[in-house]
């Protein structure tokens, strides 16, 4: 499977822990291939909320899973929070 479609688990995740958030950036390190049928868990957590620019920015860190716990992909994503979220 595409790295790059293991990747975008992240944006549905965020998107359904925040409803309205937009996705700004996101940076990978892909460190271990998935292939189709395999079972991965996306996670995120939130490393910082600040206000940038007269928005407020979460910066996340981002991991994909094994069942395993061996890490297939790594990084950071950035996305605005809609407004009244905090």
């Known amino acids: 499977v595409h790295g790059m479609l293991v990747a975008s688990l992240f944006s ?3 998107g359904n822990a925040i409803p309205g958030s937009i ?6 390190k892909f460190s271990a291939p998935t292939a189709i ?7 995120v957590e939130v ?3 600040k206000r940038m620019q007269q928005m407020e ?3 996340w860190k981002t991991q ?3 069942p395993e716990g061996k890490v297939l ?3 950071q ?10």
Request: hydrophobic share 45%; with cysteine.
């Open 77 to 86: 994503a950035l996305s605005q929070l809609p407004k009244d979220t905090l």
């Open 47 to 49: 490393l910082k909320v």
């Open 64 to 66: 994909c899973l094994n």
């Open 57 to 59: 920015v979460a910066s």
């Open 23 to 28: 996705y700004l950036s996101q940076s990978l």
């Open 37 to 43: 049928g395999d079972t991965v868990t996306a996670r």
């Open 73 to 75: 992909l790594d990084g």
């Open 12 to 14: 549905a995740v965020i």
